[in-house]
């Protein structure tokens, strides 16, 4: 038990530096790359709380590869200290080292499921609603903002604000040859909710524009009814980029959406299967780290463990990311482009742990 609660602790803590490290490193290319793109009213003071408010879906993408480096230094410091070696020459087997590795990390990854599913998301639309209503220019398509199609039209969203209205809408409209037919400028855009599937947007103060062969013909509405199956809840999901920071309900709505309208649903699979299997994938690194320290990083300095478990999840890392893209263009179940990384790196952990026990 004592040496259960030793071991775990000296592994948490160097797993939390770890991710700290990493988390402040990361954090700190984020601002540089935000204070490239001031703009408007999104100056320094905006740029470092968008940091701050993305801190959350930060830890959440860091702590894999916090807990490789961690357990990799943790366990390394074990071993400088001829700690593993005593406990092995006193009967501990590997195995059971293995497990009481495992227990806290364990804890760890509950921690980030939820942090995932009720942190993250909230957190990231925050950030970007704000970022987006202090760098948009209203009347204007900016960088910022979200894009939706429904049938054949195309509409640019300049930001939602926390309340569910809609600022700076425009919307491009098309007929089946794909000539546009109509655009319009609404400033805002308010839900009402209705029975059934009566619900619509109230959308205020507007211009439209018409677009025939005669030529082009311009008038203002005051409002104007847009009956749509897009809901606030949808509208907020679309002002998070990466699918991975939102919840798993979240990544249904919106697959269980664009398969209504005949869209493409890879990219938010790719992001429901990475959410769902990362606790296997963080095994995985766990299990490589343990087999790297009772094996070929046994005697090696803490630098060298740390460059090492860098690496591994860098690679790790790598073929993750080329295979997303490359079930988008071969067009294979994205639960394979997200499963293979995984099953490579169980093998190679299995293969050196068996080498190590």
């Not at 700076?168 to 098309?174: A, P, S, V």
């Not at 664009?258 to 095994?283: D, S």
């Not at 990083?297 to 460059?307: H, K, Y």
């Amino acid at each position: 038990m004592v040496l259960g609660r030793y071991i775990g602790s000296t592994v948490i803590w160097s797993v939390l530096f770890s991710s700290a490290a990493l988390m402040a490193i990361i954090s700190l290319f984020v601002l540089l790359d935000e204070m490239s793109h001031l703009e408007n009213n999104y100056q320094a003071r905006e740029a470092v709380l968008f940091v701050l408010y993305t801190l959350p879906g930060r830890f959440y993408d860091m702590l894999p590869f916090g807990i490789l480096i961690g357990c990799l230094a943790g366990l390394g410091g074990l071993a400088n200290h001829s700690e593993l070696i005593v406990m092995r020459t006193s009967g501990v087997s590997t195995y059971r080292i293995s497990f009481e590795v495992m227990k806290p990390i364990l804890v760890l990854l509950l921690f980030n499921l939820y942090l995932g599913e009720y942190i993250v998301p909230d957190m990231e639309r925050m950030a970007r609603n704000e970022r987006e209503r202090a760098a948009s220019n209203l009347g204007k398509v900016s960088r910022f903002g979200f894009w939706l199609r429904e049938g054949q039209s195309y509409l640019h969203v300049a930001w939602l604000n926390p309340g569910g209205m809609l600022e700076g809408i425009t919307q491009y409209e098309f007929d089946d040859n794909q000539q546009m037919v109509r655009t319009f400028y609404a400033k805002r855009g308010v839900f009402h909710e209705q029975q059934g599937d009566e619900s619509y947007w109230l959308l205020e103060d507007i211009d439209v524009t018409h677009i025939s062969d005669e030529g082009t013909k311009v008038s203002h509405l005051p409002g104007l009814e847009w009956k749509t199956r897009v809901r606030p809840d949808l509208m907020a999901n679309e002002s998070i980029i990466d699918p991975v920071n939102l919840s798993l309900r979240e990544l249904n709505r919106k697959i269980e959406y664009l398969t209504a309208q005949g869209l493409n649903t890879r990219r938010y699979e790719l992001g429901y299967w990475k959410k769902v299997l990362q606790p296997l994938a963080v095994v995985g690194l766990v299990l490589i780290a343990i087999s790297f320290i009772f094996g070929p990083l046994r005697e090696s300095t803490m630098g060298v463990r740390i460059v090492s478990g860098m690496v591994a999840g860098i690679l790790f890392k790598f073929v993750q990311d080329l295979m997303a893209p490359a079930s988008l263009v071969f067009e294979f179940p994205p639960i394979l482009a997200v499963i293979l990384p995984i099953l490579l790196c169980y093998g190679v952990g299995l293969y050196l742990f068996r080498r190590a026990a």
